[in-house]
């Protein structure tokens, strides 16, 4: 196919500024008009139950913390000194 550029510039203006529609452009441009009137956002309604289920702390969390807080005060809770050495060298080569 050959493009003559001199007739590829020579574009015609539409005859009429009129936008012709079809009857799904007409639904979209109801809901367009009635959301118009409300400012731009995000709906959270319900995040704040989801964030304190998250946060809540399982049974088993719970149990092991007064399990651990009850060697720890009783004096039976003794640290691995690689474990907690590792641990601390995997934090500092994570950034943290």
């Known amino acids: 196919m050959k493009i ?8 015609q203006k ?3 500024g009129k936008v012709y ?3 799904a452009d007409t639904s979209f441009r ?8 409300r400012e731009d956002g995000v709906a959270l309604q319900g995040q704040d139950q989801l ?3 998250a946060m809540a702390p399982s049974a088993e969390e719970t ?3 007064q399990r651990l807080t009850q060697l720890v005060q009783s004096g039976q809770y003794q640290v691995d000194p690689l474990a907690l050495g590792g641990a601390m060298v995997a934090a500092m080569l994570k950034g943290y």
């Open 4 to 11: 003559d550029e001199r007739k590829a510039l020579n574009t």
């Open 14 to 16: 539409p005859q009429s």
């Open 21 to 23: 529609e079809t009857k």
């Open 30 to 37: 109801s809901a367009k008009k009635s959301s118009a009137a």
């Open 51 to 53: 964030r304190v289920l």
């Open 63 to 65: 149990s092991r913390v």
